[in-house]
Nanobody, 120 residues
């Protein structure tokens, strides 16, 4: 079983930066693909960025050039560095993880979510 715990959300002004972390427990976690999703009020959950254990990274078009996904050397902590934030980035951000099968998709393990609010 894998548990995911996110941290780092909060309130940030437009144009500001914020970093999120997701710590994965369980011996298999470092081999998993991991991703960040977000869900804004009244909207569907959407992929933000995705990382495989061997270094492949994928980004949603709306965050390219602004967000950066990375993992620690052990591969069990996932980061999301966000900059140039705007109000449309306001959402609950979720960490997601599971075995990589060759296609970016939603995996079976989810964190509890962390709120990011962009407002002046």
């Amino acid at each position: 079983q894998v548990q995911l715990v996110e941290s780092g959300g909060g309130l940030v002004q437009p144009g500001g930066s914020l970093g999120l972390s997701c710590e994965a427990s369980g011996s298999s976690a470092r081999f998993f693909a991991m991703a960040w999703y977000r869900q804004a009020p009244g909207k569907q959950r959407e992929l933000v960025a995705h990382s495989t254990a061997n270094g492949r990274q994928d980004y949603a078009d709306f965050v390219k050039g602004r967000f950066s996904i990375s993992r620690d050397n052990a591969g069990s902590i996932l980061y999301l560095q966000m900059r140039s934030l705007n109000s449309e980035d306001t959402a609950v951000y979720y960490c997601n993880a599971g075995p990589w099968t060759g296609t970016v998709r939603e995996y079976q393990f989810w964190g509890q979510g962390t709120q990011v609010t962009v407002s002046s």
